[in-house]
């Protein structure tokens, strides 16, 4: 089945403990791409993925990094999380140029304290 | 950049009535627009899309409608039913060469079709 499989779906942890959020796709897909979903911000995207090795900053980075070693996997990292990322995250993937729309994962809800 | 807005943010029907949410952009060079649904505790899924050269798609109770002159496009929802319900998010794609692509979403619309 194709799908997009993030892991954690939920996390709780504490203000400045390092954490990864996983992202893998068996699509073979070249675009990956990570949202944060907020109430009454709609999506907003954090990084993007063009292809292995190339990624790049979306509308709200600060706070985040990312990484594509190889072409399924996009994780999510935060060094040092804060307050302010307690959200809901999706990681998303698709063919080069989004022609077709994207598929996304599940969710990972992050409550940091 | 890109700006999406949508309305209504939340919408009301009767089951069997039909749903319209409206979205606008900014950028004419955006040149594809898709509709996610997203229910309870799942990811948004795509349901419909509809690119520049096109006014209309449908499919069975869904349409979207496109007027690239006034940088707006809308989803229908017809002969709703109580599985209709959930939050609806529009797209914009604003593509350059290169591969770069840049989708900008609404702020949703929470769908709720009382039965």
Redesign the interface.
């Known amino acids: 089945e194709a799908q997009?499989t993030q892991n954690p779906r939920y996390l709780i942890t504490v203000t400045g403990k390092k954490l990864t959020v996983t992202c893998s796709q068996n699509m073979n897909h070249?675009?990956m791409?990570w949202?944060r979903q907020d109430p009454?911000?709609?999506?907003?995207?954090i990084y993007y993925s063009?292809?292995v090795e190339v990624t790049d900053k979306g509308d709200v980075p600060e706070g985040y990094k990312v990484s594509r070693k190889e072409k399924r996997n996009f994780p999510l990292i935060l060094e040092s999380p804060s307050p302010n990322q307690t959200s809901l995250y999706?990681c998303?993937s698709s063919t080069?140029?989004?022609?077709?729309?994207?598929?996304?994962?599940?969710?990972t809800r992050l409550t940091v304290v | 950049g890109e700006n999406v807005e949508?309305h209504p943010?939340t919408l009301s029907v009767q089951e069997g009535d039909s749903a319209v949410i409206k979205c606008t952009y900014s950028d004419s060079a955006s040149n594809?627009f898709?509709w996610?649904k997203q229910e309870l505790?799942?990811?948004?899924?795509?349901i419909i899309?509809i690119r520049s050269n096109v006014g209309e798609k449908k499919d069975q109770r869904i349409a979207v409608t496109l007027n690239k002159t006034a940088k707006h496009f809308s989803l229908h929802i017809t002969e709703t039913q109580p599985e209709d319900s959930a939050v609806y998010?529009c797209a914009a794609?604003l593509?350059r060469s290169g591969?770069?692509?840049k989708?900008t979403?609404?702020?949703?619309t929470k769908l709720q079709v009382i039965p």
């Open positions: 997009v070249e675009y791409s949202y009454g911000l709609g999506l907003r995207q063009m292809n999706f998303a080069q140029g989004a022609l077709y729309g994207y598929t996304f994962g599940s969710g | 949508q943010s594809y898709p996610y505790g799942k990811g948004p899924q795509l899309d998010f794609r593509g591969g770069y692509q989708v979403f609404g702020t949703g």
